[in-house]
């Protein structure tokens, strides 16, 4: 059998790297990590929509689209979602963190992919198995117009393959958080185990193992930043047993991460700001507010609050939007940038 998988060589699980250009990106990751846990402290912090959000962008780099609304009620009330999807999203998610600081084995990992594939057209015999033999394809495979990317570990040899990358995970040093989260994920995505969803799977023992690794019970916003650099995360599959490349190519990735957890925790923040402020609001600028937080949570607010904007949100004239906006500056929700027309209104 020819060498054509990372599996397949002699060597594998073996992985190695250069330390002396590894050390400094470890570090630069350690530390901003660690003024995202000083900054938001996890017992002062409402995670909800950090949560959420994870959720949801875990599920989009599949192409599984996720209703925000009921994600949020199904993991904040513990509100049954109509949908499977939803449900089994939300479960995985509960699933990782309440596991994140103990023992990975397979029980764990097979509940958690039966969790997430609850309610779908597998056959039952796939859904919580291994089932090895798995081809990740790039192209139309319909029209016979694709292009093996990667075969993962073959029926014979899954199980062991899994047996070998539990026991790596489970001696784990937390000293090097950033390499155990690439080494991991490229680890079990080259023996790509399950039927479905090994993507998702392998981003939540990404989560699990920086929980574990920083000791916090709450998620990055990891999957948000891989959904960001789709290009860079899949080429992961072009992986050799030296990870030095490519934990060059993906430290920034989770350094984006980082940024994308505290824009999201500020969002949190803000909103419950103006929720403290909301008896000074009428109801033209809580509306608003509330659809510019929901903008900033998902894709971000482009160019920013206008006029025009305003008017078209609210239905009112020139002079009533000026003065709602000029009131949301005095009460310091907005910040103002720019004269005239070039004016621009941002959350403060």
């Not at 020819?2 to 060589?9: D, M, T």
């Not at 949020?72 to 600081?101: T, W, Y």
């Not at 080429?235 to 990870?243: A, I, K, N, R």
């Not at 809580?286 to 305003?310: D, H």
Request: with cysteine.
């Amino acid at each position: 059998m020819s060498e054509n998988y990372l599996w397949q060589q002699a060597d594998f699980p073996h992985f190695y790297y250069n330390s002396a250009v590894i050390e400094p990106l470890e570090k630069e990751f350690v530390s901003e990590f660690r003024k995202l846990i000083k900054s938001f402290p996890m017992q002062n912090q409402n995670f909800d929509d950090l949560f959420t959000e994870e959720i949801v962008a875990n599920s989009q780099i599949e192409g599984i689209n996720l209703d925000r609304k009921s994600v949020h009620s199904s993991f904040v009330k513990n509100i049954v979602p109509a949908m499977p999807k939803e449900q089994g999203a939300v479960s995985l998610m509960k699933m990782r963190l309440d596991h994140c600081d103990g023992t990975l084995t397979h029980k764990l990992i097979k509940s958690m992919h039966k969790e997430i594939l609850k309610g779908s057209s597998f056959p039952d015999s796939s859904v919580g198995n291994y089932v090895g033999d798995m081809k990740i394809i790039s192209g139309n495979e319909l029209y016979d117009e694709y292009e093996i990317m990667h075969e993962g570990a073959p029926k014979d040899l899954v199980e062991d393959k899994m047996s070998e990358f539990m026991k790596w995970y489970n001696q784990c040093k937390p000293k090097s958080p950033l390499i155990n989260a690439i080494q991991g994920h490229i680890h079990f995505e080259t023996i790509h185990p399950f039927c479905n969803d090994n993507g998702r799977i392998g981003r939540s023992i990404i989560l699990m193992s920086l929980c574990r690794d920083f000791k916090i019970k709450s998620p990055i916003a990891i999957s948000r930043a891989f959904n960001k650099s789709l290009k860079k995360y899949y080429s992961l599959f072009q992986s050799g047993l030296d990870l030095t490349e490519m934990i060059k190519r993906l430290q920034p990735i989770f350094m984006q991460a980082i940024q994308e957890t505290k824009h999201i925790l500020s969002i949190t923040s803000y909103r419950q700001k103006v929720y403290l402020k909301k008896d000074d609001l009428n109801p033209r600028q809580l509306k608003v507010l509330n659809r510019v937080i929901k903008y900033e949570l998902e894709e971000g607010f482009k160019g920013g609050l206008t006029n025009s904007k305003y008017q078209k949100m609210t239905k009112v004239s020139d002079r009533t939007a000026l003065r709602d906006l000029e009131g949301l500056v005095i009460l310091k929700l907005l910040k103002k940038e720019g004269e005239k027309k070039a004016t621009r209104y941002y959350l403060k």
